[in-house]
């Protein structure tokens, strides 16, 4: 009974917490967003399940690649699990990630992964035009992460990571830190959660000048309706960035659907509003921002399948595969 009470108390005062940090974590990073950043790559989804659902992760569960969305994801992990995938991007461009996850009972999960993009091989011309044969551009980020839950049920988690990018011969390299974290607020029913990722610094720029970091504040909640074999996830993005109007800050918003057909497969959709806008060409944004994609998990592995419209542009497909 004297738990019970106590449980109780540490979860309103839990729910009383999570405003007051979400108002500091705004001030406090505010002070770092504006302007154009560099390694823009650190924004992409990794991962074909992150894709499938227009990029709604913030409250994802149980997946490995979390390490790379919401650290906090890391506490929902049991045992161990590896996720490992490959995405042709548009023209010659390539990218993919791999990442693993293990659980220290009584203590926590641990994870650490890489996500990498290879944008291939460009054309080197002198002042008149000579040709000075070929050069390579590539962009790598190395992350590792701690995540555990406390008794009130505030999943909490931190991650480190280094990043590295290369044009031909010049380099140059940062540090960051993610945090995050995650509340189930009603049982199976609504959980919630927060994640403020990339922040922190170049270490080594490409001139002489320090660019900022794709800080990037993200909250979001997962909703589970009862007597319907679906998730629905909701999501808002980029709440550090700066907007000519207080309602465009609600412009980057994402939403995901993920609906159990049977134990062992699974569709998604999903719509990221920012991705439509920064895609549209002239009037037309066609079917940009949307995506869907299917997964077929066993006892051993997991395939996930992603399609994401590009509009205009085209549309990229992705496949992972995690295995527990």
């Given at each position: 009974m004297i738990t019970d009470i106590g449980d109780s108390m540490m979860a309103r005062l839990t729910l009383r917490i999570l405003p007051v940090l979400l108002i500091l974590?705004?001030?406090?990073t505010a002070a770092h967003a504006g302007g154009k950043s560099t390694y823009d790559f650190l924004r992409n989804d990794v991962g074909a399940r992150a894709a499938a659902l227009g990029g709604s992760v913030v409250t994802l569960t149980n997946d490995?690649?979390?390490i790379f969305s919401n650290p906090a994801g890391l506490a929902t992990m049991e045992g161990k699990s590896v996720s490992v995938g490959f995405f042709k991007e548009l023209l010659d461009i390539n990218a993919g990630y791999a990442g693993g996850t293990t659980d220290i009972p009584g203590l926590g999960t641990i994870g650490a992964g890489v996500v990498y993009m290879n944008y291939g091989e460009f054309q080197?011309?002198?002042?008149?035009?000579?040709?000075?044969?070929?050069?390579?551009?590539?962009?790598?980020?190395?992350?590792?992460?701690?995540?555990?839950?406390l008794p009130s049920g505030l999943a909490y988690g931190a991650s480190v990571k280094f990043i590295y990018s290369s044009i031909g011969e010049f380099n140059s390299s940062a540090a960051a830190v993610d945090l995050g974290l995650q509340y189930t607020a009603v049982p199976n029913r609504i959980r919630l959660g927060a994640s403020l990722q990339n922040l922190g610094t170049q270490i080594d720029p490409y001139g002489t000048t320090r660019e900022p970091l794709p800080l990037d504040l993200r909250v979001g909640a997962t909703l589970t309706p009862e007597h319907l074999p679906a998730v629905l996830m909701v999501n808002l993005h980029r709440l550090t960035d700066s907007f000519?109007?207080?309602?465009?800050?609600?412009?980057?918003?994402?939403v995901g659907a993920e609906f159990t057909v049977s134990p062992n497969f699974l569709l998604r959709a999903g719509y990221d509003n920012q991705k439509r806008l920064d895609l549209k060409v002239g009037q037309?944004?066609?079917?940009?921002?949307?995506?869907?994609?299917?997964?077929?998990a066993t006892g051993f592995y997991t395939i996930d399948y992603a399609y994401s419209s590009l509009g205009p542009i085209g549309a990229l497909h992705r496949i992972s595969i995690a295995f527990q």
């Open positions: 974590l705004l001030q406090v490995p690649t979390s080197r011309t002198g002042e008149e035009g000579q040709d000075l044969g070929t050069f390579g551009a590539g962009e790598l980020a190395f992350i590792a992460g701690y995540g555990s839950v000519e109007s207080f309602s465009d800050r609600f412009k980057a918003f994402s037309s944004s066609g079917m940009s921002g949307f995506s869907a994609g299917a997964g077929i």
